[in-house]
C-alpha cells in the first residue's frame, strides 16, 4: 500500500501545483468578472488531480488525453448546470430529465452568444464567458499535471497560469495583485522542487548516497529566495522605456486596443476593472461597481481657460455599458485640420499644451472638439455625408518625445442659451442614426421618466436642462455596489439605487434625451483639474476622471452638459448681453466663462510650459508605505537569513571552516566537486588544477580529516598555515580562472584537467 502511495516527484510537487491553480482560480473569482466563477476552483482541483492520475497510468498518451478531454467536459456541464435555474413551471421529474432541460438552456445561450459575434453585435451574457473560462481552466490544469508528473517539465505547469492570472490581475478590479505574489511565490517553489527531483534522479543514477531530508532544505531555502525575488521586484523603481521601446511599443497600440475593443464587444455584461480608475480611456465603457480615485497628478494642461479634457465618445448602449462604433480609422499629418473649422457657429479656437506625468495614456486629450495637432496621429471616427469627419478618438502615431507633451488646437463653443433655444431640430441624417440609439432591451421605465420630467418643455435645451437638473437631485456615491446581474444598470441606479458615480449620471442624461428625441452621446476625459499659478497650468490627477453627456444642437454641434452633482454646471452666457452690452447678469451662472486669476496669457512662448515647484502633498501622502513595509520585511527576513547561515557558520571548528573556505575556489579552477569524490580525492584535483609546484589543498584537507574523523584539533600554528597556504590557492584560483576566460579553454569534467 505504502508503495502505491508512493510519489517519486513527491506530493509536495502536488500540494504546489494545486496552490498555483487554485490561486489561478482564485483571480477571477475574487474579481468578481462575472457570476459563476465561483465553480473554477472545483474545475482546477479535479483537472490536476485527473492529470496527476492518468500521467501515472500505463495508457497511451493518445488515449490519455482523449479520456482527460471527455472527463474535463463532463465535470465542466454538470458544474455549469448549477448555475442554471429552471423556472417552476419548466421544472421535469428526475435528475437526468433537469440536466437535460438545462443543457438546452446553456446550448441555446451559446447559441445566441456565437450568433452575436459573427454579426458584430455586442453580447450582454456572461454564461459563455464562464463556460469559456471552465475550459481554459481545466486545460491548464490537466496538461500542467501531465507536464510536471509526466514530461516533467515544470515550465508546461507554471507558465499558463501565470499569463491567466497576469491577464485576470489586470482587467479585474484594483486590489488583486495579491494573488500574482501568490502565484509568482508557488511556482517558484514549485520550479526549486522540480530541480530537486533531477538532481534525486541524477544522484541515483550514478549512485550517490544523499540525505533523504536534502530536499526539505532545498525548499526552505527556494521559499526564502522566492521571497526576496517577489520583495525586490516590488520594491525596486521601474526604469522608464527608452523612446525606442516607446516607438515600438506605439506601434501595437492600436491592435491591442483592437483586441480590447473586440473582447468587450464580445463580454459586454463583465464587470471590468472601471476605466475611470485606471488613467486610460477605452472605446468601451462598463457599468460596473464601486471605484476608487487617488490623487496622483496624471497630466498639466496649460490652458488660458478651463474646459473637460476629452478622451474618447461612445455613441451605442449595449445595455450594460457604452461602445463606440466608429468605422473608420483615418491618418493625418502634423498640422492637418481633424475636422472642419466652420461647420458651427459660435466656435472660438483654444490652444492647449499637455504635458503627461505618467505613461499609461493612450489617447490625446483635448478640449471640444480637436482641430488641430502637430504631430502625426491616427483617429477614429466617421465620415459624414458631406464627407467631413466625425472624431471619437484621437492616437499618436508618433513619440511624444522625452517630455511626453504635445500642443492641440480645439474649437470651443461660445454659444448662449438664447441662441441653444433657438437652434430647432433639424437634425442631420447621421445625426439621427447614431445618436438616438435606443436598445430593444431598454426598460420602459426610462423612457416614461424621461417624459415625465422633460415632456412638457418646448425646445431640445430646456428638455436636456430639465433633465440635468433632475438627475443633479440624485446623490453622489462612489462606493457602490455593481448593479444585479440580468439587470439594466441605468434602470437599477434611476429607480432603485438613486446614487452612483458621473458614468451612471451621464448615462442616465444621454439615454433620457434620447427617449424625447435629443440628440446625445457619451464623453470620457477629465475635469478641468485645479490651476497651479506656480506651474501656469492645470494640476489634473487620476481624482479628476469624469464622464459627461453631450448633446447636439443643429447648426451648433456638440454642447456639454453636467448631471453629476459633484461637479459645478456649466457656465454659458445667456444672450441678453448682446441686447444690453453694458448690463450685467443677475445671476452669476448666466455670466461667461473667464479665466481664472493669476492664469497665464503672453508671459510665455508658445508651447512652453513653466517649471515650479513640486505638487504639495502631505508628506504622510507621499510616503510609500506599502513598498516601506515590505522593505522592512525584506530586511526582517534577509536579517534572519543571515543570522541563521551566520549561526551555522560560527558554529564550525577552525579546520571545518578552513575546508570549507576551500570548496569555494573549486569552480573558479574549473573543477566539479562530485559528491563521488573524498576530500583528499578532490584535494589532489584542485592541486593539480593549481600547478602551485607544491601541495596548497592536500595540507588543508588533511587537516580537515584529523579534525573530523580522528577527533585530533589542529594547532594555531598548523591553522596559521593552512590560512597562508588557502590565500595563495585563492589567489591562483582567481589568476587560472581570468586565463581561462581569456584563452577560452574549456572547463574540466570530475576534477581532470584538459591536456
Known amino acids: 500500500m505504502h508503495e502505491r502511495l508512493h510519489l517519486r516527484e513527491g506530493w509536495t510537487s502536488v500540494f504546489l501545483l494545486l496552490l498555483m491553480l487554485v490561486t489561478m482560480a482564485r483571480t477571477f473569482e475574487a474579481g468578481g468578472l462575472a457570476e459563476g466563477l465561483g465553480i473554477l476552483t472545483a474545475v482546477v482541483v479535479l483537472g490536476g488531480l485527473f492529470g496527476l492520475i492518468l500521467s501515472k497510468v500505463r495508457l497511451p498518451g493518445v488515449l490519455a488525453h482523449v479520456l482527460g ?58 454564461l459563455p464567458f464562464v463556460v469559456q473560462m471552465s475550459g481554459i481552466c481545466w486545460l491548464i490544469a ?68 544523499y540525505e533523504p531530508w536534502v530536499g526539505i532544505e532545498f525548499l526552505r531555502d527556494g521559499a526564502l529566495i522566492a521571497l526576496v525575488v517577489v520583495g525586490l521586484v516590488w520594491v525596486l523603481p521601474h526604469p522608464s522605456p527608452s523612446l525606442r521601446w516607446s516607438d515600438a511599443a506605439g506601434m501595437l497600440e492600436g491592435p491591442w486596443q483592437r483586441v480590447q475593443d473586440e473582447w468587450r464587444r464580445l463580454y459586454a455584461s463583465l464587470t471590468y476593472r472601471d476605466q475611470l480608475g485606471s488613467g486610460s480611456f477605452g472605446r468601451t465603457l462598463t457599468l460596473s461597481g464601486a471605484m476608487n480615485l487617488g490623487q496622483t497628478p496624471v497630466l498639466e494642461v496649460k490652458a488660458t481657460e478651463e474646459r473637460y479634457w476629452r478622451a474618447v465618445l461612445l455613441d451605442r448602449y449595449t445595455g450594460s455599458g457604452w461602445v463606440d462604433t466608429s468605422p473608420v480609422k483615418l491618418r493625418f499629418e502634423p498640422g492637418d485640420a481633424l475636422t472642419q473649422a466652420d461647420a458651427y457657429l459660435a466656435r472660438a479656437v483654444l490652444t492647449q499644451t499637455v504635458t503627461y506625468l505618467r505613461k499609461g495614456e493612450l489617447l490625446l486629450l483635448a478640449a471640444a472638439e480637436p482641430l488641430r495637432v502637430p504631430l502625426r496621429t491616427d483617429a477614429q471616427g466617421l465620415l459624414k455625408t458631406n464627407g467631413v469627419p466625425e472624431i471619437s478618438c484621437v492616437l499618436p502615431a508618433q513619440s511624444l518625445g522625452r517630455e511626453q507633451r504635445y500642443t492641440v488646437e480645439s474649437l470651443v463653443s461660445t454659444a448662449s442659451i438664447r441662441s441653444l433655444r433657438q437652434a430647432g431640430t433639424n437634425y ?17 421605465h426610462i423612457a416614461e421618466l424621461a417624459r415625465e420630467v422633460a415632456g412638457a418643455q418646448g425646445t431640445p435645451y430646456d428638455k436636456a436642462a430639465a433633465i440635468e437638473a433632475y438627475l443633479r437631485q440624485l446623490r453622489y456615491n462612489q462606493a457602490i455596489d455593481a448593479p444585479p446581474a440580468g439587470s439594466d444598470p441605468v434602470e437599477w441606479f434611476l429607480f432603485e439605487r438613486r446614487e452612483g458615480y458621473c458614468t451612471y449620471f451621464a448615462s442616465a442624461m444621454v439615454l433620457m434625451c434620447r427617449a424625447v428625441g435629443v440628440p446625445a452621446r457619451l464623453a470620457q476625459g477629465y475635469a478641468p483639474g485645479q490651476y497651479a499659478e506656480e506651474r501656469g497650468a492645470y494640476v489634473i490627477r487620476e481624482s479628476d476622471a469624469h464622464a459627461w453627456p453631450e448633446v447636439y444642437f443643429p447648426s451648433y454641434g456638440w454642447i456639454e452638459f453636467e448631471p453629476t452633482p459633484s461637479r ?62 515590505l522593505g522592512a520585511l525584506l530586511l526582517a ?119
Not at 170 to 175: M, S, V
Not at 199 to 205: A, C, D, I, M
Not at 428 to 434: C, F, S, T, Y
Not at 701 to 715: E, K, N, T
Open 69 to 126: 478531454l471527455l472527463l474535463g467536459i463532463l465535470w465542466c456541464y454538470l458544474l455549469l448546470t448549477t448555475l442554471i435555474e429552471l423556472p417552476p413551471l419548466l421544472q421535469p421529474d428526475g435528475w437526468l430529465a433537469a440536466q437535460q432541460a438545462k443543457g438546452e438552456i446553456l446550448a441555446t445561450r451559446l447559441q445566441l452568444w456565437l450568433g452575436a459575434a459573427a454579426r458584430g453585435t455586442s453580447s450582454s451574457d456572461s
Open 142 to 209: 490537466f496538461y500542467g499535471a501531465w507536464s510536471l508528473f509526466h514530461n516533467h517539465w515544470v515550465w508546461g505547469a507554471v507558465l499558463p497560469p501565470g499569463l491567466v492570472i497576469f491577464l485576470g490581475v489586470y482587467y479585474a478590479p484594483p486590489g488583486l495583485i495579491t494573488y500574482f505574489i501568490y502565484y509568482l511565490l508557488w511556482s517558484l517553489i514549485l520550479v526549486v522542487r522540480s530541480n530537486v527531483y533531477q538532481r534525486e534522479r541524477e544522484w541515483q543514477s550514478h549512485r550517490v548516497i
Open 428 to 444: 442631420p441624417a447621421w445625426v439621427i442614426e447614431r445618436y438616438l440609439q435606443l436598445p430593444a432591451t431598454l426598460p420602459r
Open 568 to 629: 459645478p454646471t456649466f457656465l454659458r452666457p445667456t444672450g441678453d448681453e448682446l441686447a444690453n452690452p453694458n448690463s450685467s447678469p443677475a445671476n452669476p451662472a448666466d455670466a461667461p466663462r473667464r479665466r481664472p486669476t493669476g492664469a497665464p496669457e503672453d508671459e510665455l512662448e508658445p508651447g512652453e510650459v513653466p517649471q515650479g515647484p513640486a505638487y504639495h502633498v502631505p508628506l504622510i501622502e507621499r510616503l510609500p508605505w506599502r513598498q516601506i513595509g
Open 637 to 755: 527576513l534577509a536579517g534572519g537569513t543571515a543570522w541563521y547561515y551566520g549561526r551555522r557558520w560560527w558554529t564550525l571548528r577552525p579546520a571545518e571552516r578552513l575546508y570549507m573556505r576551500l570548496t569555494w575556489i573549486a569552480r573558479p579552477l574549473g573543477v566539479r566537486a562530485d559528491p563521488c569524490l573524498t576530500p583528499r580525492e578532490l584535494a589532489a584535483a584542485l592541486d593539480e588544477a593549481l600547478r602551485a609546484g607544491r601541495p596548497l589543498a592536500r595540507p588543508i584537507v588533511d587537516l580537515y580529516v584529523r579534525d573530523r574523523f580522528a577527533g585530533r584539533r589542529a594547532s594555531p600554528r598548523e591553522l596559521a598555515a593552512g590560512g597562508r597556504a588557502w590565500r595563495r590557492a585563492a589567489l591562483l584560483s582567481l589568476q587560472r580562472f581570468v586565463g581561462r576566460l581569456f584563452a577560452g579553454r574549456p572547463r574540466t569534467q570530475g576534477g581532470e584537467m584538459p591536456q
